[in-house]
């Protein structure tokens, strides 16, 4: 990971002053509609901790990994898995819902490294009065194996060891929650749109036989490239974790 390391944080200071200059609101319209309410998005994390079992094969191949062959006679492996951070290199938020006849669309566009562990603001919207159905919200992270597109990095439990363990995931994950009806009916108000990432829903799927991996100095990497495996069950389940609520502050 030191490779890694130096560009990746670098990177941040990059993404922050990309951010500053090439965050935009699509619509229709290139204007602000006067009647309007202005929309927060955040986005969290839940849920960061919990236990992974695999099956023989998964035991096999971090036997393989950890050059440890004793592993591979556990016929149930089960450790505890706790994430200390999760970063994510946030690219695109999307608002779609139809209100009448008409359908909206409106987006965020970026390039922002943020740990979802922690609320972090991914940006606000501009919705104008009126009756929105249908709402959908959808979120893109997207890397490459400099800056990726989800950094995890956390630690096993097992047999009363702390195993440092880091996943990246290289490629594009697309999220996608539906949302209750909005209604704006007077100008000025502001509201949250909180974005809800479940961890549990990605440790159901956290397999660590599907995986390419690397144990060095006790530490346990395993690296995903989602544009090879595109049905990935890691890279599912991280797609469809995300719930949103909008509500007003």
Not at 103 to 129: A, C, H, Q, W, Y
Not at 146 to 163: E, F, H, L, N
Not at 238 to 243: A, I
């Amino acid at each position: 990971m030191k490779n890694l390391l130096f560009p990746f944080f670098g990177m941040l200071t990059v993404a922050s002053f990309m951010f500053s200059g090439c965050s935009k609101q699509d619509s229709k319209s290139a204007e602000t509609p006067q009647n309007a309410a202005t929309v927060a998005y955040n986005m969290t994390a839940v849920n960061p901790s919990g236990t992974v079992t695999t099956d023989a094969a998964g035991a096999g191949r971090l036997s393989t990994i950890m050059n440890n062959p004793s592993i591979a006679s556990i016929p149930s492996l089960r450790f505890d898995l706790t994430w200390d951070s999760i970063l994510v290199r946030f690219r695109e938020l999307k608002f779609m819902a139809k209100s009448g006849p008409d359908e909206i669309n409106l987006s965020i566009k970026t390039d922002r490294v943020i740990d979802i562990l922690d609320s972090v603001s991914l940006g606000s919207i501009m919705l104008p009065t009126g009756n929105f159905e249908k709402v959908k919200v959808y979120v893109r992270a997207e890397g490459d194996s400099i800056v990726p597109a989800v950094w995890m990095k956390g630690r096993i439990t097992w047999q009363g060891t702390d195993i440092p363990l880091e996943i990246v995931m290289i490629g594009k994950i697309e999220l996608w929650a539906k949302g209750t009806d909005v209604a704006i009916s007077q100008t000025g108000i502001s509201l949250n749109g909180d974005l809800k990432i479940d961890l549990n829903v990605v440790l159901t799927k956290l397999q660590i036989g599907d995986f390419e991996g690397t144990f060095d100095k006790g530490k346990l990497k395993l690296t995903i490239n989602l544009d090879k495996d595109g049905d990935n069950q890691i890279k599912t389940a991280f797609e469809s974790s995300m719930s949103v609520e909008h509500k007003r502050k």
